[in-house]
């Protein structure tokens, strides 16, 4: 089962390479818009971009709990078959991904681009997860700890999610462009709270496993914040769509939802207080140095997310790069780190000695990842408040082409930023695929 | 858990009915048409509706009602490959159906949203063309 594991991760990391790569170079055609357009437009390069991106947060997260699941809580998997058949399927759903981008048979919606036909193996590779995962865990663990909670739910509510981004090719749906367009942003919405049960799962199992302290994922607060998470989940998604002429009652439920997690935010800073006495003990510890960084992008990521869940700053906000941030910032910041934090436990586990000989360089690209996503992040604000102001506060605004060049002080830094981002999850990445590779053969 | 799942049962049924219902008239098939193209040539990869899409091209949500613009002004975009746009080789008949869809998509309302009622708890009454 092991090798399974380490496949699934092997693969996300390439996806995570592959994914930052395209996205450096889709950065490039920001600021010279004939780069590569011949070849590969933006229109193409985004979604290869995208698509390869989530491919490394859902990789990743599956070869972690297939890891888990079979080597640390030891239990033994219902079917190895079922587990490399989801594998096969997945691979196969790449190369037809990438199929459809390259000839230009697309779906063309927003984060699921490819022909829509491809959905259905990438849905029945969830099936199997599905019925791999409840057998394995239903018989064999009473009095579930949080994140078995967690990784059951996020595998359940994807199935369901991703099967309503396609609801738009029924005719009801379609015909009616409001309808079509809320219910795309709410799939949306859920499918990344259901990707976030998946990692922040992952998260939570890291944190009682480093500390081996399983009261970590068992007590009530714990529980608490997972069906705040849930409830969120399912009902939290209309911030997405406040502008859209929905009901208002569906923007006021959303917009009580959403301000639930100031809970969560307050309860951050009072555990991030608590815990950087134990800083130095474990600093040493890859896993740990990135769950770190994930505390400090949840919070600055939190504060966007709840200010720009108020329907007032909102309205000047939607739409501009400030959405970018709050996207780019949850997935490079938080589930990359989580993820990246779960490599380096699994492989940190299969060979303790491996890594230290790379401490200095995975030391540098840690830093490299972490301060140029900070400056990526930053620019993205900036340029998103120079577009709300050329939307909302100009009386005579000038054209859309000569705001795109105002931003592009912003737009350079973001590259260099980009880049920045790419060459420290090199540093990072590789050592990681070195060792997964060797374990893979042995 | 059980109390949970009946109600995300319940909620997605009245969303998917009352929660999203609205006046706006059904599109035609001429403007499903033209969102097909729109779809296959992945223009949401720059372009937005509502502010929901990519951010290297314009939203194009009222496109066709803006001043200065129109069909014929996203007529004449569509072939020319201009900036990071690439060149398209759509036919008249073609550039028409995107042209009906983006004239039925402007119908159901306005983007961006300048007239709000903003209230001091945040919250904001917008001015919608359909309700």
């Known amino acids: 089962m092991k090798k399974i594991s380490f496949i699934f991760i092997t693969l996300s990391l390439l996806a995570l390479i592959v994914g930052a790569i395209f996205g450096t170079l889709a950065g ?5 818009p004939d780069f590569l357009k011949d070849v590969i437009a933006f229109n193409k390069m985004r979604p ?10 859902i990789l990743c997260a599956t070869g972690g709990i297939y890891y888990y699941l079979s080597n640390v809580l030891k239990l033994n998997l219902f079917s190895k078959k079922l587990a490399a058949t989801h594998l096969v399927l997945f691979i196969l759903c790449a190369i037809a991904i990438y199929g459809s981008f390259a000839t230009g048979k697309m779906g063309g919606r927003e984060y699921f681009a490819y022909a829509p036909i491809i959905s259905i193996p990438i849905l029945l590779g969830w099936i199997l997860f599905c019925i791999n995962y409840f057998k394995t865990v239903v018989k064999q663990i009473k009095g579930w700890p949080v994140y078995l909670w967690m990784w059951g739910t996020g595998i359940a509510f994807m199935m369901y999610h991703l099967a309503e981004t396609n609801f738009w090719m029924i005719p009801y749906f379609r015909e009616n462009f ?41 007590g009530k607060k714990t529980f608490f914040f997972y069906f705040l998470g849930l409830t969120n989940l399912m009902l939290g998604w209309a911030h997405h769509t406040y502008i859209v002429p929905t009901q208002p009652w569906v923007r006021y439920l959303a917009y009580g939802i959403s301000m639930t997690e100031w809970v969560v935010l307050i309860s951050i800073i009072l555990d991030w207080k608590r815990s950087l006495s ?39 906000t939607h739409g501009t790069h400030i959405t970018v941030a709050h996207s780019m910032g949850t997935t490079i910041g938080i589930n990359t780190t989580i993820l990246l934090a779960s490599v380096f436990f699994i492989t940190n586990r299969e060979n303790p000695t491996y890594l230290a000989k790379y401490a200095k360089l995975l030391k540098a690209g840690y830093w490299i990842f972490n301060v140029s996503l900070g400056i990526f992040w930053v620019c993205l604000l900036l340029g998103g408040v120079e577009k709300s102001i050329w939307m909302y506060f100009i009386d005579n605004p000038s054209s859309f082409g000569k705001m795109q060049n105002t931003l592009q002080p912003y737009m350079y830094a973001f590259l260099a930023a980009g880049y920045g981002i ?13 060792i997964l590779i060797k374990k893979k053969n042995t | ?38 779809q296959e040539n992945n223009c949401t990869a720059c372009h937005q509706f509502y ?18 613009k129109g069909a014929e002004y996203v007529k004449a975009f569509l072939n020319s490959g201009i900036k990071t746009m690439p060149k398209f080789n759509f036919t008249e008949e073609e550039k028409e159906a995107i042209a009906q869809f983006l004239t039925e998509v402007d119908q159901t309302g306005h983007y961006p949203i300048v007239e709000a009622d903003k209230k001091a708890n945040g919250w904001v009454d917008m001015k919608y063309k359909n309700q």
């Open chain 2, 51 to 68: 502010g929901l899409g990519g951010y290297l091209g314009p939203d194009l949500t009222n496109v066709i009602s803006a001043k200065n």
């Open chain 1, 28 to 32: 490039i055609q920001y600021v010279k």
């Open chain 2, 1 to 38: 858990m059980t109390i949970l799942v009946v109600i995300f049962i319940v909620y997605n049924i009245i969303i998917y009915t009352q929660g999203t219902s609205n006046n706006t008239p059904l599109m035609s098939e001429q403007a499903i048409k033209g969102e097909k193209l729109y």
């Open chain 1, 278 to 316: 134990q800083e130095k003990k474990e600093e040493n510890c890859m896993s740990y140095k990135f769950l770190m960084a994930t505390d400090f992008w949840v919070f600055v990521n939190l504060i966007v997310a709840l200010l720009i869940s108020i329907p007032y700053i909102n309205l000047f």
């Open chain 1, 178 to 218: 409001i309808k079509d367009i809320t219910v795309q942003w709410k799939s949306y919405g859920s499918l990344a709270g259901c990707w976030n049960m998946l990692v922040y799962g992952t998260a939570i199992f890291l944190m009682s496993k480093i500390k081996d302290d399983e009261n970590i994922a068992r």
């Open chain 1, 422 to 434: 790419l060459i420290g999850i090199l540093m990072i990445s590789l050592p990681l695929l070195s």
């Open chain 1, 48 to 57: 290869f971009h995208v698509s390869t991106v989530i491919g490394w947060i």
